[in-house]
T-cell receptor, first 113, second 112 residues
Framework: DTAVSQTPKYLVTQMGNDKSIKCEQNLGHDTMYWYKQDSKKFLKIMFSYNNKELIINETVPNRFSPKSPDKAHLNLHINSLELGDSAVYFC????????????FGSGTRLTVV | KQEVTQIPAALSVPEGENLVLNCSFTDSAIYNLQWFRQDPGKGLTSLLLIQSSQREQTSGRLNASLDKSSGRSTLYIAASQPGDSATYLCAVPNTNAGKSTFGDGTTLTVKP
């Protein structure tokens, strides 16, 4: 199936831990994103990578570090997790073809306790 | 800076009613506009993608229109069903590569 897949779907961890979320797309898209959806359900972009290069880095704590080993993968590593990091994190992809829309992964629900 | 607004924030209708969800954007220099559906605890499912050169797109009971000059898009749902209950979001890609601005969504409840 062509899709954007994220792992894990759920992540429960203690404050101060370091964790990673992985994302892969097999759609042949050249741009990938990380979005955060908070408890109020608002979607905010965090990072965007185009052909493995960072093109958008919104105001996000530097505890969050994205890594794109290739065009099909964009991972998110979070250091020293805090309670406020609890949210749903969505990976998405698109093509720089201006007609392309966005395809989203199913999300990773992160709970920091 | 592109800003996207969706009104109303919540809508409750009886089953069978036709309804319209609204999306407005401040910068009309867009490539396209995309409507998504999100069910509780789930990801975003793309419903319709309208290119800037198009006026509308249809998929089943859904019809999305786009008026770039006025900075508005509408999502029309015909003969609503309880299964249509979800949050509907519109997204407008920024003219700078990579960034999409999302509205805050309209939460629709269709009562049997």
């Amino acid at each position: 199936d062509t899709a954007v897949s994220q792992t894990p779907k759920y992540l429960v961890t203690q404050m101060g831990n370091d964790k990673s979320i992985k994302c892969e797309q097999n759609l042949g898209h050249d741009t990938m994103y990380w979005y955060k959806q908070d408890s109020k359900k608002f979607l905010k972009i965090m990072f965007s990578y185009n052909n493995k290069e960072l093109i958008i880095n919104e105001t996000v704590p530097n505890r969050f570090s994205p890594k794109s080993p290739d065009k099909a993968h964009l991972n998110l590593h979070i250091n020293s997790l805090e309670l406020g990091d609890s949210a749903v994190y969505f990976c998405a992809s698109s093509s720089t073809d201006r007609g392309s829309g966005y395809t989203f992964g199913s999300g990773t629900r992160l709970t920091v306790v | 800076k592109q800003e996207v607004t969706q009104i109303p924030a919540a809508l409750s209708v009886p089953e069978g009613e036709n309804l319209v969800l609204n999306c407005s954007f401040t910068d009309s220099a867009i490539y396209n506009l995309q409507w998504f559906r999100q069910d509780p605890g789930k990801g975003l499912t793309s419903l319709l993608l309208i290119q800037s050169s198009q006026r509308e797109q249809t998929s089943g009971r859904l019809n999305a229109s786009l008026d770039k000059s006025s900075g508005r898009s509408t999502l029309y749902i015909a003969a609503s069903q309880p299964g249509d209950s979800a949050t509907y979001l519109c997204a407008v890609p920024n003219t700078n590569a990579g960034k999409s601005t999302f509205g805050d969504g309209t939460t629709l409840t269709v009562k049997p």
